[in-house]
């Protein structure tokens, strides 16, 4: 299965942006990238996703390297209610989804 | 639309004992997954159903775990007899599949305590 690295955590001042990187350097060209992300005592909730363009939507904007090997989740601007875990997942099959450890985004007032 | 829904929100109980997780999936969706989330392994899929059917069950932890999903709208997540180290918190999700890269939502989760 193609796997995902992100860092373990990241700190980003409120009203800011924020950059939260991840590489899949084993992604194959059917795999779609996902971000999902868990506030505290939640359940995971869907951030966004992309196959080879990049994306806009509400919530964020996400950032797809030419060759797909790394992308790059964009907050344009932190609020403390973004403070959760942030899961980058490739789709391996249709409906398959594997968690990895996520990035702990710590928003400071 | 409810979202997922899941019961109990909490249960504890003793070692030995049967545990019976439930999940209705949102209105529409076609898939349903179950996931387990402790500290040490973080979130893991267990099983998922797509059209009612158990399609991939590789992540079910041993034979005293079982899933059913007799319809559409019901899901149970079953472990007899349950061991401390099953405690965690159980998410169940759902989706509309249609080829690949859909959504999943999530429920709220069942915390589970076995002593």
């Known amino acids: 299965d193609a796997k995902t690295t992100q860092p373990n955590s990241m700190e980003s001042n409120e009203e800011e942006p924020v950059h939260l990187p991840c590489n899949h350097s084993?992604?194959?060209?059917?795999?779609?990238i996902h971000w999902y992300r868990q506030l505290p005592s939640q359940g995971p909730e869907y951030v966004i996703h992309g196959l080879t363009s990049n994306v806009n939507n509400r919530m964020a904007s996400l950032a797809i390297a030419e060759d797909r090997k790394s992308s790059t989740l964009i907050l344009h601007r932190a609020t403390l209610r973004d403070a959760a875990v942030y899961y980058c997942i490739l789709r391996v099959h249709n409906n398959d989804m594997r968690f990895g450890a996520g990035t702990r985004l710590t928003v400071k007032p | 639309d409810a979202g997922v829904i899941q019961s109990p929100r909490h249960e504890v109980t003793e070692m030995g004992q049967e545990v019976t997780l439930r999940c209705k999936p949102i209105s529409g969706h076609n898939s349903l997954f179950w996931y387990r989330q402790t500290m040490m392994r973080g979130l893991e899929l267990l099983i998922y159903?797509?059209?009612?059917?158990?399609?991939?069950d590789s992540g079910m932890p041993e034979d005293r775990f079982s899933a059913k999903m007799p319809n559409a709208s019901f899901s149970t997540l079953k472990i007899q007899p349950s061991e401390p180290r099953d405690s965690a918190v159980y998410f169940c999700?759902?989706?509309?599949?249609?080829?690949?890269?859909?959504?999943?939502?999530f429920g709220p989760g069942t915390r589970l305590l076995v002593l």
């Open positions: 084993t992604i194959s060209g059917t795999d779609y």
């Open positions: 999700a759902s989706s509309f599949s249609a080829g690949g890269g859909e959504t999943q939502y």
């Open positions: 159903f797509n059209n009612n059917v158990p399609i991939d």
